[in-house]
């Protein structure tokens, strides 16, 4: 850390290596980023709430543990945000809603828990589009006042990209971590559907809920999944199965990948901005070494969104039919019309989706194993002006649905200033390999802007 620099700047890992050396301290980092909050959240609104004396009080014991050593890892006194459909135990969880509000768990999710056992010191809690669904939260992009940040994460992305936290837990069920975090300039990644335990999470759909996580780096993000990832016997769709170890795979010279470029369906969706970027980002990666191939996809894959409302509405109808019911009138009005869609979804129909999303992931898993990566626009333009709708998902999309692990990767503004990026994605066994990609991605990709939180106007 140079005499410039100040804690809130750094990414988690930058900041791990300094406490590992006494350079910096938990209370210190903490303290930085608290200051920070305080500087630009009344213009970005983050959060829902900013929990300073629990936040502290971590840090101080953080603080007093790695000076007994040894630490507990690289997470062990990094102050993480919190998505605000997170279960955490004595602090409001109100998913952005009425319906919650002054609920107050007396649990931890899991994913909350293992960070917390971890080291992670948790700020508070970040907003929420309402039940992760469309209602947008209040806050507003970093890099231009007057446009959305996405969502359904919108506050773990926006806190993330201007220096609040060095990272913050988001969910996606269609494309709510990776599109906020191509709006708003930072890494976003979920794992396989499943690695990440959903378990204390209000669930927006069972079936295509992914636990992930916003970042500055690659390196970070891993950091947070390795740490969450794991069986789960509370969550019925947890994987029972053992978890690669991420940190090794980013270790050691990197080789080049092999890429597949898919144009098919991504994009038909993006704008030509998005779509020139998206080529020349790919010419940069050839450039460096990588081979990349373009990709035909199987014919079910032109059905994918197709696939995605029958599961989404029915499921979030069937955890939200008996509250609904009684308090029709607090719901907002996008997840009320999913949720009243979703009541008329017959079983039938729900059925079929769920027997074509086996043929998908059938199809598609064999032919994304031929590469280490799938590489596809970040999001269909740069994040929209105004702050009524939180963008298109149909980048995530599809990989949500099939349960595939994906990253998002900032990789350049557009003329207007905003953050522009690029889309991995993998087949559900290579999750490390993703992971590896995506670090030397980065490394050629080299973005190291920062918003300049504009007034608005």
Not at 226 to 237: L, N, T
Not at 413 to 419: T, V
Request: with cysteine; charged share 20%.
């Amino acid at each position: 850390m140079t005499a410039s620099t100040r804690p809130w700047e750094l990414t988690a890992a930058e900041a791990s290596a300094l406490i590992d050396v006494g350079v910096l301290s938990p209370v210190e980092l903490v303290e930085s980023c608290l200051a920070r909050i305080d500087e630009v959240d009344p213009q970005v609104q983050a959060w829902a709430l900013v929990d300073r004396t629990g936040a502290m009080e971590a840090a101080h014991r953080c603080q007093r543990e790695i000076a007994q050593g040894p630490r507990k890892g690289p997470l062990h006194g990094i102050p993480i945000g919190v998505k605000d459909i997170f279960y955490t135990a004595g602090m409001p969880t109100e998913a952005g809603s009425r319906v919650m509000a002054g609920f107050v768990p007396d649990y931890d999710a899991t994913s909350v828990a293992r960070l917390k056992e971890a080291g992670a010191v948790v700020l508070g809690k970040t907003h929420t589009t309402e039940f992760a669904l469309f209602d947008p939260a209040p806050t507003r992009n970093p890099w231009n006042l007057e446009h959305t940040p996405g969502g359904s994460s919108s506050g773990s992305g926006a806190a993330v990209a201007a220096g609040m936290c060095p990272v913050a837990l988001g969910s996606q069920t269609a494309g709510s971590v990776l599109r906020p975090a191509a709006y708003n300039g930072v890494v976003g990644l979920k794992g396989r559907h499943g690695r990440v335990s959903a378990y204390g999470v209000v669930p927006l759909a069972w079936s295509l809920d992914h636990v992930g996580v916003l970042a500055r780096s690659v390196e970070d993000a891993a950091s947070v999944l390795q740490v969450m990832a794991g069986f789960d016997a509370r969550d019925p769709y947890s994987l029972n199965e053992p978890v690669p170890d991420y940190a090794a795979a980013l270790q050691g010279e990197l080789r080049p990948p092999r890429l597949g470029l898919v144009r098919e369906h991504f994009f038909d969706k993006a704008d030509r901005e998005m779509q020139r970027h998206t080529n020349e980002m790919v010419q940069r990666f050839r450039e460096a070494g990588a081979t990349v191939q373009e990709v035909a996809l199987p014919p079910s894959f032109s059905v994918i969104s197709d696939t995605l409302g029958p599961i989404i509405t029915t499921e979030c109808a069937a955890f939200h039919q008996e509250r609904y019911t009684k308090q029709k009138t607090l719901y907002g009005p996008r997840i009320g019309s999913t949720i009243e869609r979703g009541l008329g979804v017959t079983g039938t129909a729900y059925a079929t989706a769920v027997q074509q999303r086996q043929l998908q992931r059938a199809e598609m898993a064999p032919l994304a194993s031929g590469f280490d990566a799938l590489v596809t626009p970040g999001a269909t333009t740069e994040a929209p002006a105004g702050l009524t709708t939180t963008g298109d998902p149909a980048m995530q999309t599809p990989w949500t649905v099939l349960g595939f692990p994906s990253i998002s990767l900032p990789s350049g503004l557009s003329q207007n200033g905003l953050p522009l990026a690029v889309q991995l994605a993998a087949a559900p066994q290579h999750e490390a390999r993703l992971l590896a990609t995506a670090r030397w991605c980065e490394g050629v990709l080299r973005f190291d802007r920062r918003p300049p939180l504009a007034k608005a106007t």
